[in-house]
């Protein structure tokens, strides 16, 4: 999951009763018999994060897992199994080597990571660690030619002591927290950002642009390693990228994103007086011999003459940030939609319409698999002008919130959903799964399909450590998925996918929403 | 705080009613505005953590936290300030260099840490990971030439994987959770570790004389490095010693505790049938020049004729474990100990009595550093013959349970100072200190003071994160310090100092214990 703000819909509709939407309870039965008692799901998240490692867009690690769903989707007898390739995304990269640690006061090693696309120290570097205070760049000029090879970070009040939080790390909705999703919620007013109005914004590029101009300048006397905070605590430390993916993208320092602990300890140290000294080695490489992105296609093709071509999709994005495995970011969801498919090919079952899965690449840069696969089947955003596939399409069923199991369904706004998805939800409600809500939820891949007026749908899950833990961080491993949750998303997915294909009509749709402008 | 069990002690006593133990509120008030409006805790915390370290027994570590508090002691004015030797330690050991990573399926760097007291890998090594499947030296037999150079891990079913907390990490105790400690604790019945009988007793013995036997195959075998699984999880693991500190220590294979997301993610892979690389380097020194341990000691004279020979003392252990920097295990209650005395010179307190602080050394060991202490100047418990000392100790207080705030005191069955404690505590009920109990506490310095018939106590403190991350673990840094927490404490300790000095007698005693077998 990209991070999103959470964006909301308030429709002010009532939903209407109408006829009971049909539930085939036989299937019903041989899909939760399959899901729940013969699961794969932990195999196949076994090869995706322990086996492929890391996936960042266009890493080495992603085209492993790409390659692995390829043969799996092969062995399970899905068709139409394929790489496409959604447009130019830039450069991979990864790492391999990372070590560092205080040598001064003493010993320590340091738990961090490089930010995702900087470069290496080009060998082992040690050197005093300077705390370079410069709120802008003509407060730099005192440090000129002094910083080559050195270790810095850079001084700021916004970095604060850790505070204790008295909350468990994982939790699951109680009903209180389920109705709260239930609740429309009130539209914003203003875009995001822009919270705090002109002003806040206005000292917020400032503070931007003072950062870029300043680290331009490290660069420039080119300082052995940046050291930049890492939001996180107990060892666990998120991450992010230090430089942009783009074949044209502008060189940056070596730098570490490194655990709360860790920097602050060098930070008192420096603050106090004391001499700090580091050792470190950083390797990282780029690849750039084809920048194009991929998704993962697979399919169980229709059979239902007059409907097999039209699609039911499922997805989740299979690409994850570098210093975790993606295990709940998002190896869940990918592994929660394989196992769908392999549920329903289990219990061979014949589709009326075709069930395709799709998985995203570079979702954490923007959604460009997703987007850029909607744009290539179904419409442009930009202009709404729609292809022919997308009258074909009745949903896309997406999965990206940890490994939480699924406990209901965000409508984004279509409330003629509301009581076929409360039908289909029926026969999961003795596995929590049973709230229905109007609001949206954004961050993710239904998006695209959302922005161009086709029926997409993420589901509500259980939060557990995704937000305290997992989101992005070195410690979003295999450890963190839940077996047991993996199997009633898969479970429950299964079965939506089926009734919506053998649904004698497409899932309804809201209004064509109006013309986007481009994104940069 | 050393890994014993919590033992208790349930005397069947009422507690009667006697005559008001009396307050000195203009004292109370002295103390609790220095303590509280002008603490310096953070600041001896940060010395003692950030700045010197690990503090192991006998490492450079625990010799710079020494020599600090030897300056500061005499800093704030205390006299008599010295290093006092409890006794032989052995030797004193570090790490100089951690490093490793998996290099096959793919690059992940192993937070981990060297055991102590192991040996370094020589220089940089790479090698296949191995699981080695044996129950027996018998089973070793199929691995033998096979091994030298290589990294291991011993598969054991005893490894499961790791389950979701859904409690918080980081508590206070609430009125219940008080209520329950002040409940006399049953006596326990047979010995401690005798819980499963004999049988699982034997059982446990054959299964560690097993992996001795196994150890020593590995050794001669010269393997490179050995894997074993650390508690724990996010990041933070738990720590512990792989050979002896002895001088004449048997020589042990290199040995990392690895983090248990890492061993766990190798440990699949293994399983798995996929082939893991790993390269790594340890250093670690040992330091055998001095083998005598020493415990650091600071007074504030008595002043009064008649009373200044007799003794309050405080005291805290100063070593730590070595893959954090002992933060709440134990420069919590040092911090606070040291600044009880800053807070009682201050004021400009001239006790009668004199008040004594002592910094023990090798607690972790086996509480070595307040033995020795308490067999050189009180008595030996091993024939309880007691030195001319034994009469004039009134009392010790000790704090050992992390970075909580004192919440009340653990009576160890001597029902005379009930009262007297309740009267004292009552000027901190405001700051959530009012609980007392008959019960003991276990598994730190003060037992080594009640062991020979001498009033010695430890407080109640708030648990905070003390068992579920920090206590022996790598994650015990300066930033688990609460200085709110540590600030309340010191003004606690403070007064029940004052108040023991002044009282007209010493405090009451328990009956004399029965000599103790000797330790091994």
Not at 322 to 350: C, P, Y
Not at 399 to 426: C, E, H, M, P
């Amino acid at each position: 999951m990209k991070n999103f703000t959470m964006s909301a819909l308030a429709l002010g509709l009532c939903f209407s009763a109408f006829a009971q939407e049909p539930v085939n309870s036989a299937a019903v039965q041989k899909i939760r018999a399959e899901g729940l008692d013969k699961s794969k799901a932990m195999d196949i998240a076994y090869h995706i994060t322990d086996v492929a490692g890391p996936r960042l867009s266009n890493s080495p690690g992603l085209k492993r897992a790409q390659d692995w769903a390829l043969k799996y989707f092969n062995e399970i007898g899905l068709k139409n199994v394929h790489l496409e390739a959604w447009g130019e995304f830039g450069k991979g990269w990864q790492v391999d080597k990372y070590y560092a640690a205080t040598t001064l006061p003493f010993y320590r090693p340091i738990i961090a990571s490089p930010k995702a696309w900087t470069p290496g120290t080009n060998g082992p570097i040690k050197s005093e660690v300077i705390l370079i205070k410069a709120d802008t760049v003509t407060d730099l000029a005192k440090y000129k030619g002094k910083l080559k090879g050195k270790i810095i970070m850079i001084e700021s009040v916004a970095i604060q002591p850790l505070k204790n939080s008295y909350a468990p790390d994982v939790v699951r909705f109680n009903d209180e927290a389920l109705n709260n999703i239930m609740k429309p919620m009130e539209p914003r007013t203003g875009r995001p950002g822009q919270a705090g109005g002109n002003n806040q914004r206005a000292m917020m590029l400032r503070m931007m642009a003072n950062r870029a101009a300043i680290d331009s300048v490290l660069l420039t006397e080119k300082i052995g390693l940046k050291l930049t905070y890492a939001r996180g605590s107990y060892g666990t430390f998120f991450t992010s990228n230090g430089a942009s993916y783009k074949l044209d993208a502008k060189p940056v320092s070596p730098e570490l994103e490194v655990s709360s602990e860790d920097y602050l300890h060098i930070l008192r140290l420096l603050r106090g007086g004391e001499k700090v000294e580091m050792e470190a080695e950083v390797k990282t490489s780029f690849y750039d011999k084809d920048p194009k992105g991929y998704n993962v296609i697979g399919e169980i093709p229709g059979t239902d003459p007059k409907l097999k071509d039209e699609v039911v999709m499922i997805g989740g994005h299979y690409d994850s940030w570098h210093s975790g495995t993606g295990a709940t970011d998002n190896a869940a969801g990918s592994t929660v939609m394989i196992e769908a498919m392999r549920i329903l090919k289990a219990i061979d079952f014949k589709p009326k319409r075709t069930i395709r899965i799709a998985l995203w690449s570079s979702e954490e840069q923007g959604l460009f698999g997703s987007r850029g696969y909607v744009k290539e089947h179904f419409a442009d955003p930009t202009d709404m002008v729609t292809k022919p596939e997308h009258a074909k399409l009745s949903a896309y069923y997406n999965l990206d919130n940890g490994t939480g199991t699924i406990r209901g369904v965000y409508l984004q706004g279509n409330a003629a959903v509301k009581d076929i998805f409360q039908s289909w939800l029926t026969p999961f409600e003795d596995l929590g799964a049973k709230t229905i809500t109007i609001n949206n939820t954004g961050g993710t891949d239904h998006q695209a399909f959302d922005g161009v007026g086709l029926p997409g749908f993420q589901f509500i899950q259980d939060p557990m450590d995704y937000n305290t833990r997992t989101h992005h961080s070195n410690q979003d491993v295999f450890d963190r998925l839940v077996e047991d949750d993996l199997k009633k998303s898969a479970t429950i997915v299964a079965s939506f996918v089926y009734h919506t294909s053998e649904r004698a009509e497409k899932l309804p749709r809201k209004e064509m929403p109006k013309p986007q402008p481009p994104r940069q």
